[in-house]
Structure formats: structure tokens, C-alpha cells
């Protein structure tokens, strides 16, 4: 069974128009082993997919118009596969991605639950087929519990491999961990256990955030924050995808979407949200104070982190080069926060960087790997307070960054985890022809894509993508007047593991076939 998109485009057809899509092999395995098909259109009123770097599996949602009484007929019950096979058509030189829940090539969604059913009519009733992926499923059943020792990357590979783990079959895409180290799962879940590992896994390439295990149409995913972000020394990888606002774009006469200008063109956009001072200055964001303590040796070290100080030696979305060298841009400027409104400013006066009491945090550092004495990340113990403090601010520098929403036209190449570049416009009175006046300077520029869904409501296929940002473009005004430079780079390689090949084969070479 094939399903053509909007225009009308066969299996093998390119694609002419924006929104086009294939959809084929649409339906239901059931718990016997049978198959029937279910037209899109028709019985499917929507569907919904579903990645987010947050979250270890693909979701997705389908829409049900039932005239035919499947729950009963059918015997749904929970234990039933959903099959499709949703592509762009392909365009000369171009590889063509897809998500591939096809019984032939891909990965069937295991269907989880029955939600919001009702009778419409005499004859119809309508409700929602919630799906994950079937790893997600086998995931509640089973644990993980032995020890593990090595690269924690190659620990992370050998769970969603192993016979006795998740079993996946699906492809792994993981970045080599700089430290190695002994780790126990204590009869966890294979996606707790890979979720406690990440947050102990330090990139070779860069100090940050940790790694993210998550998965979308592609595979499986475990890699840090800054390789999603593409930089390579200190230049970065181009973005995916450059987007600009163009108000109805997508709407009106199909025959008029031509591919090309409006494959990037945002049907609509908003702000979630921009900052929260409040949440940040809670939970450590702008300062925070890590205090490490030895029960063997009866010692203790204290670790104060300073957001203004420390935001430049990590990697973000934004960055800019002056007289060759690089700078990164505060979305939080540093002034001072404890002023009198009725006094004047002082550029003396304290930040809210200059507080680390804000988030106190109490961490152990004793723990003994092949007799020596290792912190919590298998690294020197004298850095590990720092190390924690800097994960502790950029972890919430994602969770609490500004959050912009985009609606454009599908297309099953975009992932989540990949960068793009959105011209944002500039909200004010027309200052000329101007190109400069075009977009506003600060919110414009790169950001990664943390949440996408592909939504396709009977002909018509879009995409929402939800983005964050944890830099901008142009500087706030600063009482200061600091720059703040980027520590020159000492063999910081960090990139794309999606698109290198070569990077690729160093890896299967210096940690072999998993």
C-alpha cells in the first residue's frame, strides 16, 4: 500500500513541491502475526512523530477514524506493531532520509496504549493509538546488572548491544568518552543505566555538559553537547538547514510551493520562552559552589563557579571572531544585580556570578579504580569540583535557555540533535533597505534543534521544531566592559559523528567493532 503527499508524487518521483512526501506500507501487525493495511486519509487522521534529545525514544501519536470497529475486531490490546514508511522524495545527489517503521526495511513502533475514545456518529468512533519504538518497549522488561570496565562510550554500546541488554538492531551512533572507568549497574533499566553513564562521561574534545543518550530515525544516539554543535577547532560545522520567516508561505494554491526559496521558509514561529533570572540564579546557573570531600583522607576542597569567568571556555550555539580571536557572546549580561534603583551604578558592585552560595553541593571524591583514587568522572580529583560546577550551569544553560518554536514545511531529513540557522526577525518600524535592519542582531544565528515532530494531518505534512539557544549573536550592554576570549583550542577536535566517515573508522579502529 503507498500513500503519495499532497502533489501527488509517486515512490520514485523528486520532489517538485514543499511538503511533498511519500508514505507507504501504512498498518497493523496484530498480535498473531497478521497484517492489515490502514489507509492515511481515511481511518489515519493524523500522525504524529516524535524525537527530543531529553528523551531516550522516538514517541508518536496516531489519530483514528474507525468505522470498522478495530479494537474489537482486531482484538487491540497493546501488543500490536505500527508499520509505515514515511520519505521526501529524492532529489538528484541527494540522500534521501526517512523514517523507516516498514516490517521489510526498518523498525516496526510497538503501539502502547489506547487514549481519548469516543463515538462521534451511529457508526464511528474516533480515539488515539499511542506508539514508541520497540526498544523502548523491551526496556521496561528487562535489567542490566553487572559491571562494566573501560570507555564509558563502549559501556553505552555494549548495553544497547548486548544478547542480555536492549538487543537493539538498530545503527549506534556514540562518541568516544575521554575517561574510562569502572561502573556497576545496580539492577537498572538499560536506559537508566546508559542515562547514569552519560552524566558521567566526559567528552575527549571538550569540557561540558556531558553526554546525551537519545534516538531518532537514524539510530541511536550517545555523544556530547558540544559535537552536536558541530565545532571543529574553532570554527564550526555549517548548519543542517537556514531558515527565514516568510508570513503564509506554505499556505494557499499547491501548485504555486515550488521547491526551492520555501523548502526554508517558517510558516510561524514563537518564543516558549526567553529566560527565567529566577530558576537560574536557584538551581547554580550564574554561580554555584561544589564541595568535594575525601572520607579516607579527611579532606575537603572548595570549588567556586563563576558564570562570567567560566562561559567562554565552553562550546555554544553562538560565536563570534574579532581580529582573530573568538568570543562568545553572555545572553546574561554582567551587571550588577543588588543595586538601589534610586542609586547610581557600579561596576564594582556584585553579579549575580559573584555568588556561590546560590546552589551549594556536596559530592564525594573517593572512589578507587585499579588502586589509585579517582573522582566521580575517573579524572583527577583536583579538577572535579570545578568539572561538576561548569556541568551544573550548562546543563541548566540548555534547560533554561530560550526556547524558540518553528513550523515549516516537513521533511524526513531534519533530526533532532542537528543545528540550524533561523534569521529572526527584526519587530520594529522599517529602517530602510537596509539589510542590517532585517533581523534582530541578537536572537538571530544558530540553534539546535532539542525537540521535532512530524505532524501530517491527511494531504498536509509539516514539522515543529522546538530549538534552543544558550548564546547570542551581539553582546548585551556590558558595566564592565570585559571581553571575555576563548582559551585557544589544544587538539580540540569536536564533530559531526552523522556526516564524517573518517571520523567514523577512528573510532571502529581505536575501540573495534562493538
Given at each position: 500500500?503507498?500513500i503519495?503527499?499532497?502533489?501527488?508524487?509517486?515512490?520514485?518521483?523528486?520532489?517538485?513541491?514543499?511538503?511533498?512526501?511519500?508514505?507507504?506500507?501504512?498498518?497493523?501487525i496484530?498480535?498473531?502475526?497478521?497484517y492489515?493495511?490502514?489507509?492515511?486519509?481515511?481511518?489515519?487522521?493524523?500522525?504524529?512523530?516524535?524525537?527530543?534529545?531529553?528523551?531516550?525514544?522516538?514517541?508518536?501519536?496516531?489519530?483514528?477514524?474507525?468505522?470498522?470497529?478495530?479494537?474489537?475486531?482486531?482484538?487491540?490490546?497493546g501488543?500490536?506493531?505500527?508499520?509505515f514508511?514515511?520519505s521526501?522524495?529524492?532529489?538528484?545527489?541527494?540522500?534521501q532520509?526517512?523514517?523507516?517503521?516498514?516490517l521489510?526495511?526498518?523498525?516496526?513502533?510497538?503501539?502502547?496504549?489506547?487514549?481519548?475514545?469516543?463515538?462521534?456518529?451511529?457508526?464511528?468512533v474516533?480515539?488515539?493509538?499511542?506508539?514508541?519504538?520497540?526498544?523502548?518497549?523491551?526496556?521496561?522488561?528487562?535489567?542490566?546488572?553487572?559491571?562494566f570496565?573501560?570507555?564509558?562510550?563502549?559501556?553505552?554500546?555494549?548495553?544497547?548491544?548486548?544478547?542480555?541488554?536492549?538487543?537493539?538492531?538498530?545503527?549506534?551512533?556514540?562518541?568516544?568518552?575521554?575517561?574510562?572507568?569502572?561502573?556497576?549497574?545496580?539492577?537498572?533499566?538499560?536506559?537508566?543505566?546508559l542515562?547514569?553513564?552519560?552524566?558521567?562521561?566526559?567528552?575527549?574534545?571538550a569540557?561540558?555538559?556531558?553526554y546525551?543518550?537519545?534516538?531518532?530515525?537514524?539510530g541511536?544516539?550517545?555523544?556530547s553537547?558540544?559535537?552536536?554543535l558541530?565545532?571543529l577547532?574553532?570554527?564550526s560545522?555549517?548548519?543542517?538547514?537556514?531558515?527565514?520567516?516568510?508570513?503564509?508561505?506554505?499556505?494557499g494554491?499547491?501548485?504555486?510551493?515550488?521547491?526551492?526559496?520555501?523548502?526554508?521558509?517558517?510558516?510561524?514561529?514563537?518564543?516558549?520562552?526567553?529566560?527565567?533570572?529566577?530558576?537560574n540564579?536557584a538551581?547554580?546557573?550564574?554561580a554555584?559552589?561544589v564541595?568535594?570531600?575525601?572520607?579516607?583522607?579527611?579532606a575537603?576542597?572548595?570549588s567556586?563557579?563563576?558564570?562570567?569567568?567560566?562561559?567562554g571556555q565552553?562550546?555554544?550555539?553562538?560565536?563570534?571572531?574579532q581580529?582573530?580571536?573568538?568570543?562568545?557572546?553572555?545572553?546574561?549580561?554582567?551587571?550588577?544585580?543588588?543595586h538601589d534603583?534610586?542609586?547610581?551604578?557600579?561596576s564594582?558592585?556584585?553579579?549575580?556570578?559573584?555568588?556561590?552560595?546560590?546552589?551549594?553541593?556536596?559530592q564525594?571524591?573517593t572512589?578507587f579504580?585499579?588502586?589509585?583514587?579517582?573522582g566521580?568522572?575517573?579524572?583527577?580529583?583536583?579538577?572535579?569540583?570545578?568539572?561538576?560546577?561548569?556541568?551544573?550551569?550548562?546543563?541548566?544553560?540548555?534547560?533554561?535557555?530560550?526556547?524558540?518554536t518553528l513550523?515549516?514545511?516537513g521533511?524526513?531529513?531534519?533530526?533532532?540533535g542537528?543545528?540550524?540557522?533561523?534569521?529572526?526577525?527584526?519587530?520594529?518600524?522599517?529602517?530602510?533597505?537596509?539589510?542590517?535592519?532585517?533581523?534582530?542582531?541578537?536572537?538571530?544565528?544558530?540553534?539546535?534543534?532539542?525537540?521535532?515532530?512530524?505532524?501530517?494531518?491527511?494531504?498536509?505534512?509539516?514539522m515543529?521544531?522546538e530549538?534552543?539557544?544558550?548564546?547570542?549573536?551581539?553582546?548585551?550592554?556590558s558595566?564592565?566592559?570585559?571581553?571575555?576570549?576563548?582559551?585557544?583550542?589544544?587538539?580540540?577536535k569536536?564533530?559531526?559523528?552523522?556526516?564524517s566517515?573518517?571520523?567514523?573508522k577512528?573510532v571502529?579502529?581505536?575501540?573495534?567493532s562493538?
Amino acid at each position: 500500500m503507498s500513500i503519495a503527499g499532497p502533489a501527488g508524487a509517486s515512490i520514485n518521483e523528486d520532489l517538485v513541491r514543499v511538503g511533498d512526501f511519500n508514505l507507504s506500507t501504512v498498518g497493523i501487525i496484530n498480535h498473531l502475526g497478521d497484517y492489515y493495511p490502514i489507509p492515511f486519509g481515511g481511518v489515519i487522521a493524523e500522525l504524529n512523530i516524535y524525537e527530543d534529545i531529553e528523551h531516550n525514544a522516538i514517541t508518536g501519536t496516531a489519530h483514528i477514524v474507525d468505522s470498522y470497529n478495530m479494537i474489537a475486531n482486531e482484538e487491540l490490546h497493546g501488543n500490536e506493531r505500527l508499520v509505515f514508511k514515511l520519505s521526501t522524495p529524492g532529489r538528484p545527489g541527494h540522500i534521501q532520509d526517512s523514517v523507516d517503521a516498514s516490517l521489510e526495511t526498518g523498525y516496526p513502533f510497538h503501539i502502547f496504549a489506547i487514549k481519548n475514545r469516543k463515538q462521534i456518529s451511529e457508526t464511528t468512533v474516533t480515539y488515539q493509538l499511542q506508539f514508541c519504538s520497540h526498544d523502548m518497549m523491551r526496556n521496561t522488561r528487562i535489567r542490566v546488572n553487572r559491571a562494566f570496565t573501560g570507555n564509558l562510550g563502549e559501556m553505552a554500546a555494549d548495553i544497547l548491544k548486548d544478547p542480555d541488554g536492549l538487543n537493539t538492531k538498530k545503527p549506534i551512533f556514540f562518541e568516544p568518552t575521554k575517561n574510562s572507568d569502572t561502573v556497576v549497574i545496580p539492577n537498572l533499566r538499560p536506559f537508566d543505566a546508559l542515562n547514569l553513564i552519560a552524566k558521567r562521561s566526559i567528552s575527549g574534545n571538550a569540557k561540558g555538559v556531558g553526554y546525551f543518550f537519545y534516538e531518532t530515525a537514524k539510530g541511536f544516539h550517545f555523544r556530547s553537547y558540544e559535537s552536536m554543535l558541530g565545532y571543529l577547532s574553532t570554527e564550526s560545522r555549517e548548519p543542517v538547514r537556514k531558515f527565514k520567516y516568510f508570513p503564509n508561505a506554505l499556505a494557499g494554491d499547491l501548485s504555486s510551493r515550488r521547491y526551492g526559496v520555501h523548502t526554508h521558509a517558517v510558516e510561524s514561529y514563537s518564543f516558549s520562552r526567553n529566560f527565567n533570572t529566577l530558576s537560574n540564579q536557584a538551581t547554580g546557573t550564574y554561580a554555584n559552589q561544589v564541595i568535594t570531600y575525601n572520607i579516607y583522607d579527611k579532606a575537603y576542597s572548595v570549588s567556586n563557579y563563576n558564570y562570567h569567568r567560566e562561559y567562554g571556555q565552553m562550546l555554544h550555539t553562538d560565536r563570534i571572531t574579532q581580529d582573530r580571536r573568538t568570543f562568545h557572546n553572555f545572553p546574561m549580561p554582567d551587571s550588577p544585580v543588588d543595586h538601589d534603583p534610586k542609586e547610581q551604578l557600579n561596576s564594582g558592585d556584585k553579579t549575580a556570578s559573584d555568588y556561590p552560595e546560590s546552589l551549594v553541593v556536596l559530592q564525594p571524591s573517593t572512589r578507587f579504580l585499579h588502586g589509585e583514587n579517582t573522582g566521580s568522572f575517573g579524572t583527577d580529583t583536583n579538577n572535579e569540583g570545578l568539572t561538576e560546577g561548569i556541568r551544573i550551569s550548562q546543563r541548566n544553560q540548555i534547560k533554561n535557555s530560550a526556547v524558540l518554536t518553528l513550523v515549516v514545511a516537513g521533511t524526513s531529513e531534519l533530526q533532532a540533535g542537528e543545528v540550524i540557522e533561523f534569521d529572526y526577525p527584526r519587530v520594529e518600524p522599517n529602517k530602510g533597505d537596509n539589510a542590517e535592519y532585517s533581523f534582530d542582531p541578537k536572537y538571530s544565528g544558530r540553534y539546535l534543534i532539542k525537540r521535532l515532530r512530524h505532524r501530517l494531518i491527511r494531504g498536509n505534512y509539516r514539522m515543529v521544531l522546538e530549538c534552543i539557544k544558550d548564546g547570542v549573536q551581539q553582546s548585551f550592554s556590558s558595566m564592565k566592559n570585559e571581553n571575555y576570549p576563548i582559551d585557544p583550542p589544544q587538539n580540540r577536535k569536536v564533530t559531526n559523528l552523522y556526516t564524517s566517515e573518517e571520523v567514523m573508522k577512528e573510532v571502529e579502529d581505536e575501540l573495534g567493532s562493538v
